[in-house]
């Protein structure tokens, strides 16, 4: 469990890395996804399921959601000047 959860923490982070040094917007939106995704597992690594769902719906589901409507719109929006 141990090297899993390290893993887990070094996907964290270089999903993190990738977000704030990324210059396109779909791959700072894909590195948020991903690093929600690996919170949530961890939380199930942790034997927190609540605390995993919650994650899951909210942080890799609805965020990544929301982030990707934004990311449509500010496409459309480019699309009219």
Excluded: Q
Excluded at 49 to 65: C, Y
């Amino acid at each position: 469990m141990t090297l899993i959860a390290l893993l887990l923490v070094l996907v964290m982070v270089v999903a993190a890395v990738t977000a704030l040094l990324s210059r396109s917007h779909l791959t700072a939106v894909v590195s948020t996804s991903l690093l929600s995704l690996a919170l949530t597992l961890l939380f199930v690594l942790l034997k927190a399921p609540d605390v995993a769902m919650t994650e899951g719906v909210v942080g890799a589901g609805l965020g990544s959601l929301i982030l990707a409507m934004a990311l449509s719109r500010l496409a459309l929006n480019r699309g009219e000047d």
